[in-house]
């Protein structure tokens, strides 16, 4: 693959990892209309991912900063109590944080190969179209972060899970658990904006080491895999500013109906043979 193949991956990578439409189901649709038509790889999507994930970091910093230092003192006995809301969300990404660490470990065969499928990636992308746009439609949307719980907390991380299917979407998925349990749009994203941290960055420089380790991992080169994650990171931040600016007023119906038409459009292009669904 090619150094302008990488670059348009990484536009495609900061474009659509924040909004409910999966950035993985798009790099590996990507991968097959580009000129060399190769599956990017689990470990080319996850090291551009630190790349929008470091956007995060800059969109947020100031709360991210807030929670970790928080939390530090709590647990260092410094005299913030448990009960503090920074000292909390900062348990709560830890908690919500352990079922992708743990199912993640767990089924690498499985992320490498079968999830990867375009029928499983169509499939998904319907599915999880239709339920975000039901949490959408049927939430009450009327607690805030404030009032996040630990159960809650673990039930955002249980759907954060699902984001290791390509189609599913992490903010998806875990944003449509936000809505079912009542949470206000923005609320939703921001927590699962701030849930993904440590998941992207642990999977992202674990994929790096292994790129390291064994070269031909992935299809591009280093450089190549540098440059897409530098693009992501530019693109995701403005795409991230733009969402909450948009969710603060409007649903999320057209990104429902954006995930029925692509996943139904792959279903066709795959039943008729156009694409290889390996």
Known sequence: MSLLEALILGLIQGLTEFLPISSSAHLR??????????????TFTAIT???TEAAVLVYFWKDITRIIGAWFRHVTRR????NDPDVRMGWLIIIGTLPIVIIGFLAQEYIRSAFRSLWLVAIVLIVFGILLGIADWLGRRDRELTQLTYPH?????AAQTLALIPGVSRSGATTSMGLALGYTRPAAARYAFLLAVPAVFGSGFYELLTAIREPGSSPFSYLEIAA????AFGVGLAVIAGLMAYISKRSF???VIYRLLLGGTLLVLLATGVIDPL
Do not use: C, K, N, R
Not at 29 to 42: C, H, K, M, Q, Y
Not at 79 to 82: T, V
């Open 153 to 157: 907390g673990l039930a955002y991380g």
């Open 49 to 51: 991912q630190i790349g």
């Open 253 to 255: 119906l057209p990104f």
């Open 29 to 42: 649709i990507a991968g097959e209309v580009l000129p060399s038509a190769t599956d990017p790889g689990a």
């Open 79 to 82: 005299g913030l109590p448990a």
């Open 228 to 231: 897409a994650t530098v693009v």
